[in-house]
């Protein structure tokens, strides 16, 4: 089956087969599936937008699993939580 491209006004061609197995892979939980970077004009810049949300996604679920730890043993998820889903940009890597 050929990859389903598409263009951008600059001719660049967007894999779409490409996204989708992207997406589906963080969707279950593979947080290593990025877009390419060398994609340029508006391709390069969903690509970007799309490795920075993996990225964001990946250590918000890191920082949760974290927690569970910390909640398993003090048992005060209500307080962490806020602060979580209040400043998740910054969570460090």
Do not use: C
């Not at 389903?4 to 087969?17: I, V």
């Not at 990025?34 to 994609?39: D, H, M, S």
């Not at 690509?47 to 398993?72: P, Y």
């Amino acid at each position: 089956m050929p990859t389903k491209e598409t263009s951008d006004t600059n001719g660049d061609s967007f894999d779409t087969k490409l996204l989708l197995h992207a997406l589906t892979a963080v969707k279950n939980g593979d947080f290593t599936a990025r877009l390419p970077v060398e994609w340029t004009g508006l391709n390069g810049k969903i690509a970007d937008v799309f490795n920075d949300i993996i990225d964001l996604n990946e250590r918000l679920a890191k920082e949760t699993e974290r927690a569970s730890k910390v909640v398993g043993k003090e048992g005060k998820i209500a307080p962490y939580l806020m602060q979580l889903y209040q400043a998740p940009a910054k969570l460090k890597p």
